[in-house]
């Protein structure tokens, strides 16, 4: 404590040089801590823009080598099965799947009409878990009952956009659509709860954020092969717990279904013809663990894309971040300078002292105190000025910033140890002046 109080007085006494000392590591400091806390900000804001606030949903689809599978062109996949109801319990049990939703999709059709207007935008075949997966909610009609699945009514619930699209502002509840020849009576309107949009600051930004779609049909999965294909594999919904666990909910999922497909294979060919399933029959010859008849489930991650982009963006601000600390070193190399200076200016106090018994060991604590008392007051005035930097960047180019207070508690240390490092040799100096040598000097 006595050496931090002379440490202080010395910085007071000498206010001018002491803050053109720390200036090096002011600038260092408040550069690093402004490129962070950019970065930071990029990255959340790419995160968001990806995923949508508070969305924690991750799509398993079926793969076809690296493609997803088309079936509006390519058919029922040869020995993938639709996935049972049975398989739901299981699902939800995985680590990090909050709930599943089982759903037919079309990302476009053109065989919905109302009167003589053409929709070309989504169509889906969805039970009844789909909208509180999703997060869609009625704003008008009503939603589907379990008789429109039980007697395969022909119903359809259409989203806000296909509203819009198809009606512009007059009520569709109650108006009938025609899906592939067949009449759908639209018994309800939704919308999305956790809608996000997506924040824009460039032509590019537009181009991969930008919602164009015209909107979305949905129907009972039990109505859907009526209009489509009967036995079609369905895709699933994964409603992650949090955001951080869709990468594993969403892989677990995609694994335990295409492990599923593979034992259904191996259980038919091991078929003895008596209607009894072998459970002990052999992967399909030539299978791989991972697929099955050259398909697979996958997640798709946009967790994983958002983490793309990122790596992206901070690749180069990390070279920044490097640059930004050699001034460090040089603000450092200006610590050691003034302390150099500082211990020819107190060589009779330091010989005083030494002629009363200190050891070189509280010579040299002393000034080590100093070095570090400056560097880390200079760390503690980087991290303000970085903070303050940041926030006017922000402001003035749009650009989202989030201070991170690991970023700052290692500022402030790294600052500290620069002091040690560089205060070391005035220090080591100081602590082995003789005291006779000393007090002749003044």
């Known amino acids: 404590m006595e050496n931090i109080r002379l440490a202080f007085q010395g910085i007071w006494g000498h206010k001018l040089r002491s803050f053109l000392t720390m200036l090096g590591i002011i600038i260092g400091i408040a550069s690093i801590i402004t490129i962070v806390s950019t970065i930071k900000g ?50 939800e049990e995985l680590k990090g799947v909050e709930q599943v939703s089982f759903y037919h999709s079309r990302n476009y059709s053109d065989s919905v009409y109302y009167q003589n207007t053409n929709f070309n935008g989504a169509m889906y075949g969805i039970d009844d878990a789909y909208f509180q997966v999703n997060g869609y909610r009625i704003i008008s009609g009503r939603k589907f009952l379990r008789d429109d699945y039980n007697r395969i009514r022909k119903v359809a619930i259409i989203d806000t956009k296909a509203a819009a699209t198809l009606f512009g502002g007059v009520e569709p509840v109650g108006e009938v659509l025609e899906i592939k020849g067949e009449p759908f009576v639209i018994v309800g309107v939704v919308e999305q709860t956790n809608t996000f949009t997506p924040t824009i600051n460039s032509f590019s930004d537009y181009e991969l954020y930008a919602d164009t779609s015209t909107g979305a049909v949905f129907i009972p999965d039990a109505s859907w092969p009526v ?10 919904a994964v409603r992650a717990y949090s955001t951080d666990d869709m990468t594993v909910a969403g892989k677990l999922v995609a694994d335990k279904l295409t492990e599923t497909q593979i034992s259904a294979a191996a259980a038919a060919q091991g078929d003895s013809g008596d209607g009894e399933m072998d459970e002990e029959a052999p992967m399909p010859a030539g299978a791989e663990p991972s697929e099955i008849n050259g398909f697979s489930y996958r997640s798709e991650n946009q967790l994983e894309i958002a983490e793309q982009l990122q790596n ?8 920044l971040i490097w640059i930004a600390s050699i001034s460090l070193l040089v603000g450092g190399i200006g610590v050691m300078n003034i302390m150099l200076v500082s211990v020819t200016e107190r060589t009779s106090e330091i010989g005083l002292k030494k002629a009363l018994g200190a050891k070189k060991r509280r010579i040299r ?19 303000c000025a970085g903070i303050g930097m940041a926030e006017l960047i922000s402001r003035a180019n749009e650009i989202p ?9 290692i500022a402030v240390l790294f600052s500290t140890v620069i002091g040690v490092i560089f205060g070391l040799l005035p220090a080591v100096k100081a602590a082995n002046l003789s005291p006779i040598e000393a007090l002749r000097r003044e």
Not at 368 to 377: F, P
Not at 401 to 409: F, G, K, Q, T, Y
């Open 401 to 409: 910033v989030a201070i991170s207070v690991p970023a700052i508690l």
């Open 42 to 91: 990029t990255n959340e804001q790419i995160k968001a823009n990806l995923i949508g606030s508070g969305n924690n949903v991750v799509t398993v689809q079926l793969y076809q080598a690296d493609h997803i599978y088309d079936m509006t062109y390519q058919g029922i996949p040869d020995g993938v099965r639709p996935i049972e109801e049975s398989m739901r319990k299981t699902l």
């Open 227 to 236: 209009v489509y294909r009967f036995d079609e594999p369905q895709s699933v």
């Open 365 to 383: 604590g002393q000034f080590l105190m100093e070095a570090a008392v400056l560097t880390c007051l200079g760390g503690i005035l980087g991290v």
């Open 312 to 319: 992206m963006s901070s690749a180069s601000n990390q070279q």
